[in-house]
C-alpha cells in the first residue's frame, strides 16, 4: 500500500509538471525552429533574427511555465502573482529558469489563493477591485524578492548538481543505462516526473550552449515501443496480434506513445526488450553525436525529425532504427517462448487505473467485462460519492424500468460501497477501472452521458430478451423516494442564480459552493472537496447539465440536504463541455434524493433545458423543475 501511495504521488506530481509545460509546447516549438533555423550553424544562419533565440529562452518560456502554474492553482490571479514571482528566479540567475517557474509559479498562485480565502467576506463593497489589485502587487512583488535573493541561488546549485551528474554519465559512457529507469517509468506513467522535472530544463540549458541536447532523446526515442508493437503484429495471438500493426502506426506517426503500453502490461517481460532498445538506441546517440534542439511533442517521428538540427538527422534516425531492431529482437524471443494468455481488454484497463484518469487510447481495447447476467435483480449506479451523478443516472433508469414490466431493483451508491453481489454496475467512464477492481465479476457498463445516454435502452432491451426472475425489491426502491421527509428549504428561489458568467469551471464550482455555505448547508471546507471531486472525474452530466458536489470524504461536511441552480446562457467549459446549467449539490441521509430525481427527469429533456435557460425569473425555473 505504501509503494503504492508512493507511486501515485509521483504520478500526480509528474502531472502537476506536465500541466505547467505541455499547454506551452507551441512556445517551445517556436524557440526550437528560430534556433534551428537563424542561429549560426543552423540551416539560414541570420545573426540579427538569432538574437530572439536568447530572450526567449531566458524570459519567455520560463514565464509562460510560471504562469501556467500559478493558474492551475488559483486561475487568472494565481497566473499574475505567479509569473511576477517567476521574474525574480530568472533575473538572479544565468541559465534558463525552467526549474524555479515550476517552483515558484504555482508557489505564487498557492499564496495568493490563501490571501484570496483568508479575505474573502470580509471586503467592503466598492473596495474589491483596490484590494484585488494590491495585494496581487504587494504580494507578486515580495515574492519576486525573495525569489531573487534565495530561491534563484538554491535552484541554480540543484541544477548545477544535474549538470556535473549528466556530465559524469556522458564521460563514464553510461548514459545508456538510465534506460533502465526511464522505459519503465514510461509504463508506469511516473516520465512525467522524470522528462519535465529534469530532462527538459538540463536539456534547455544544453541547448542553449550547444545548440542541441541528446538527454531530449532519452524519453522521446519511439524505438523501443514500436519494436514490441512490431513484435505482436508477427508473433502475438489472437486480438494483439491483430491490432498491433494499427497501433504501431499511431504510436510512430501519431506520437501516442502509451498505445503500446498495455501490450507490455499483458507480457511484463517485454519491458525487459525495451530497455535493452532504449539502451542501444542512447548508446547509438552517444557514439554518432545525435541531439534535439527542442522538446518533441508530440512524440511522433514527425515531431521528432522536425527538432532535430542540422546534420543530426543520420546520428537520430539511427538511434531510433538500432532501438526498434533490438527492442524487436528481445520482444519476439519473449513472445515466441513465453505460453502466458494475453488479455489486451485486461491489459488496458489496468493501464488505465495505474495512470488514475481517462486514458485517451483505451477505447481501442476495452470492451464490456463478461456476458450480460441471467435472473438480474438488481442494478447499480456507482460514483466516487453516490449523491449526484449516479443518483440522478438511477433515477432515470428507474424511470424506464417502470415502463416495461421489468421488476428490478435500481439503486446507486458510491464506487468504494459497491456491494460484492452486485449483477450490472454503470459507472461513468472515468470510473469503470475502478468498479471493475472493486467487484471483478459483475456485468460493468460504462456511460459518458447520464442524462441521455443510449446505453439505458440498449440495456433494458437486452434485459427484455433475456432469461429475468423478476425481483421482489423495487417496492423497496420506490419507497425510498415516496417516503423521503419533504424539506421545502431544500431549492429556494435565493438559491437560484441567473445569467452569470464565469471564465473557468473552478471558478463557477467555487461561486456554487459558496451559495452552499451561506446557506448553512455545508461547512466551508465543502467547497474545496468540490473542486476535489470535479478532478477525480467532471461531474459534466450530458444536455448542457454540470452538478459539482463533494468527494465521499466531504459526506461529514454536510449539515443538511441543498441545492443552488445556476444558470449561464453563454456557458462555461467542463473539460471540453459546454455547460449552461450548473446545480450544485450538498446530499446527507439520502434527504436529496427525491429533488435531484426531479432535476434528472427534467434535465433528460433538452427542451426543458432551453426554459430554464432562457427562462428570465427563478420562480419559473422552478416551476420547470417541479412539474416534470
Do not use: C, H, W
Given at each position: 500500500m505504501a509503494q503504492s501511495n508512493i507511486k501515485v504521488s509521483v504520478q500526480k506530481f509528474g502531472n502537476f509538471l506536465s500541466s505547467m509545460v505541455m499547454p506551452n509546447i507551441g512556445a517551445f516549438i517556436a524557440w526550437g525552429l528560430i534556433t534551428a533555423f537563424f542561429v549560426p550553424t543552423g540551416f539560414f544562419p541570420n545573426g540579427n533574427l538569432a538574437k530572439l533565440v536568447d530572450p526567449m529562452v531566458t524570459y519567455l518560456l520560463p514565464l509562460l511555465i510560471g504562469y501556467t502554474g500559478g493558474k492551475i492553482v488559483h486561475d487568472q490571479r494565481g497566473g499574475v502573482v505567479g509569473a511576477i514571482a517567476t521574474m525574480g528566479v530568472i533575473v538572479g540567475s544565468d541559465i534558463p529558469m525552467f526549474l524555479g517557474a515550476m517552483v515558484i509559479g504555482p508557489l505564487g498562485g498557492y499564496v495568493i489563493?490563501?490571501?484570496?480565502?483568508?479575505?474573502?467576506?470580509?471586503?467592503?463593497?466598492?473596495?474589491?477591485?483596490?484590494?484585488?489589485?494590491?495585494?496581487?502587487?504587494i504580494l507578486g512583488g515580495i515574492l519576486a524578492i525573495l525569489a531573487f535573493l534565495g530561491a534563484s541561488p538554491a535552484i541554480d546549485a540543484f541544477t548545477g548538481w544535474l549538470i556535473v551528474g549528466v556530465d559524469w554519465l556522458l564521460a563514464k559512457h553510461l548514459l545508456p543505462l538510465t534506460s533502465i529507469l526511464i522505459e519503465p517509468a514510461k509504463i508506469l506513467f511516473l516520465n512525467n516526473a522524470i522528462n519535465h522535472g529534469i530532462i527538459s530544463p538540463i536539456g534547455a540549458e544544453q541547448i542553449r550552449t550547444s545548440g542541441k541536447s541528446i538527454l531530449l532523446l532519452l524519453e522521446a526515442n519511439l524505438g523501443p515501443g514500436f519494436g514490441v508493437l512490431l513484435a505482436y503484429s508477427f508473433f502475438g495471438k489472437g486480438t494483439a496480434k491483430k491490432s498491433a500493426p494499427g497501433a504501431a502506426l499511431i504510436q510512430f506517426v501519431g506520437g501516442v506513445h502509451e498505445i503500446y503500453f498495455p501490450y507490455i502490461l499483458m507480457r511484463p517481460l517485454l519491458i525487459i526488450g525495451a530497455i535493452l532498445g532504449g539502451m542501444s538506441g542512447v548508446f547509438t546517440f552517444v557514439?554518432?553525436?545525435?541531439?534535439?534542439?527542442?522538446?518533441?511533442?508530440?512524440?511522433?517521428?514527425?515531431?521528432?525529425?522536425?527538432?532535430?538540427?542540422?546534420?543530426?538527422?543520420?546520428?537520430?534516425?539511427?538511434?531510433?532504427?538500432?532501438?526498434?531492431?533490438?527492442?524487436?529482437?528481445?520482444?519476439?524471443?519473449?513472445?515466441?517462448?513465453?505460453?502466458?494468455?494475453?488479455?489486451?481488454?485486461?491489459?488496458?484497463?489496468k493501464m488505465q487505473a495505474m495512470k488514475g484518469k481517462k486514458s485517451p487510447v483505451t477505447e481501442n481495447f476495452t470492451k464490456q467485462q463478461g456476458e450480460l447476467p441471467t435472473n438480474v435483480q438488481k442494478i447499480i449506479f456507482a460514483c466516487d460519492a453516490g449523491m449526484g451523478s449516479s443518483a440522478m443516472g438511477a433515477s432515470l433508469l428507474r424511470k424506464k424500468i417502470k415502463q416495461t414490466d421489468l421488476d428490478i431493483l435500481v439503486t446507486n451508491t458510491a464506487v468504494s460501497n459497491i456491494p460484492n453481489d452486485a449483477q450490472i454496475v454503470i459507472t461513468q467512464e472515468e470510473l469503470t477501472p475502478r468498479a471493475q477492481h472493486k467487484v471483478p465479476n459483475a456485468y460493468h457498463i460504462s456511460v459518458g452521458n447520464f442524462l441521455s445516454s443510449p446505453e439505458y435502452d440498449k440495456l433494458i432491451n437486452q434485459l427484455k430478451n433475456s432469461d429475468i426472475v423478476h425481483g421482489t425489491e423495487e417496492k423497496t426502491a420506490v419507497s425510498l423516494e415516496e417516503n423521503i421527509d419533504h424539506n421545502n428549504d431544500l431549492l429556494s428561489e435565493a438559491n437560484i442564480f441567473l445569467n452569470q458568467q464565469f471564465s473557468t469551471k473552478e471558478e463557477a464550482i467555487r461561486f456554487a459552493g459558496n451559495v452552499l455555505v451561506r446557506g448553512g448547508y455545508v461547512e466551508g471546507n465543502y467547497v474545496e472537496a468540490m473542486i476535489e471531486r470535479e478532478n477525480i472525474t467532471s461531474t459534466y452530466m450530458g444536455n448542457d447539465v454540470a452538478i459539482p458536489h463533494g468527494t465521499e470524504e466531504a459526506k461529514k461536511n454536510v449539515l443538511k440536504s441543498g441545492f443552488t441552480v445556476i444558470q449561464v446562457p453563454e456557458g462555461v467549459d467542463f473539460d471540453g463541455q459546454k455547460v449552461r446549467l450548473i446545480f450544485g449539490i450538498a446530499g446527507k441521509d439520502g434527504t436529496h434524493l427525491e429533488i435531484l430525481s426531479g432535476i434528472a427527469i427534467t434535465c433528460s429533456d433538452m427542451a426543458n433545458i432551453e426554459k430554464m435557460v432562457h427562462t428570465k425569473s427563478a420562480k419559473e425555473l422552478m416551476a420547470i423543475i417541479q412539474n416534470n
Open positions: 489563493k490563501k490571501f484570496d480565502q483568508f479575505i474573502e467576506g470580509k471586503v467592503k463593497t466598492g473596495f474589491e477591485m483596490l484590494i484585488n489589485n494590491f495585494s496581487a502587487g557514439l554518432l553525436d545525435g541531439g534535439l534542439q527542442a522538446v518533441v511533442s508530440p512524440g511522433s517521428i514527425l515531431a521528432f525529425l522536425a527538432a532535430t538540427p542540422p546534420g543530426g538527422y543520420f546520428a537520430n534516425i539511427a538511434g531510433v532504427l538500432v532501438a526498434a531492431g533490438v527492442s524487436f529482437i528481445a520482444s519476439s524471443i519473449i513472445l515466441k517462448t513465453g505460453t502466458q494468455r494475453e488479455d489486451l481488454d485486461a491489459a488496458a484497463r
